[in-house]
């Protein structure tokens, strides 16, 4: 139990064009989401916190519009890069709360290239 | 705010060897600790944590951590490590309140035969 997927695990687009990331807790429900980003060889940092039903709270020095969250149910939450340049290519991990448990359980990562 | 050190960027060490993985932290409450495990290209697992309770935590595949309050620690050990267990480690706090993971910088853990 408590798995959490991401969809892609990998993509490649170019400059200017937006991708959208998705991130599915499929056997609970999560009302709270968590999107990271990771850099090669470095830790991750958290860039948001998404609530189902609610407006994402952002970290600081996160752009909100360049980097759009929907929380639209309990098991899925979205990210989307929007006009995506080369310097946004990284690692982008999500994970899920179990709303039974503190827990957070992490899907496997999505790898943006961008060109 | 918290924040989380994890002084060793890399710790290489022989296969059947003992080995520690340090972290520290610092928060002005009361805190949840976690080490997570990262293989190449893929995402995080919950290796073990600390909620409350016994300070001595472990996990299903021999390592074990030990909450030192005094010390602000929660260091990471194996008595013998296999050439599996190479991989990223990371230490992470969040507090009672937020659930958000603050983490460490990682240590790359390179067990070599």
């Known amino acids: 139990g408590a798995v959490v997927s991401q969809h892609p695990s990998w993509v490649i687009c170019k400059s200017g064009t937006s991708v959208k990331i998705e991130c599915r807790s499929l056997?609970?429900?999560?009302?709270?989401m968590f999107w990271y980003r990771q850099f090669p060889k470095q830790s991750l940092m958290l860039m948001a916190t998404s609530n189902e039903g609610s407006k994402a709270t952002y970290e600081q020095g996160v752009e909100k519009d360049k980097f759009l969250i929907n929380h639209a149910s309990l098991t899925l939450s979205t990210l989307t890069v929007t006009s995506a340049h080369p310097e946004d290519s990284s690692f982008y991990i999500c994970?899920?709360?179990?709303?039974?448990?503190?827990?957070?359980?992490f899907g496997p990562g999505t790898r943006l290239t961008v060109l | 705010a918290q924040s989380v050190t994890q002084l060793d960027s890399q710790v290489p060490v022989f296969e059947e060897a003992p080995v520690e993985l340090r972290c520290n932290y610092s928060s002005s409450v009361s805190v949840y600790l976690f080490w997570y495990v990262q293989y190449p290209n893929q995402g995080l697992q919950l290796l073990l944590k600390y909620l409350s309770g016994s300070t001595l935590v472990e996990s299903i595949n021999g390592f074990e951590a030990e909450f030192n309050k005094s010390q602000t620690s929660f260091h990471l050990r194996k008595p013998s490590v296999h050439i599996s267990d190479t991989a990223e480690y990371f230490c992470?706090?969040?507090?009672?309140?937020?659930?958000?993971?603050?983490f460490g910088s990682g240590t790359r853990l390179l067990v070599r035969p």
């Open positions: 994970s899920a709360r179990a709303d039974f448990r503190n827990e957070q359980f």
């Open positions: 056997d609970f429900q999560a009302t709270t």
């Open positions: 992470a706090v969040s507090d009672e309140s937020s659930y958000k993971l603050i």
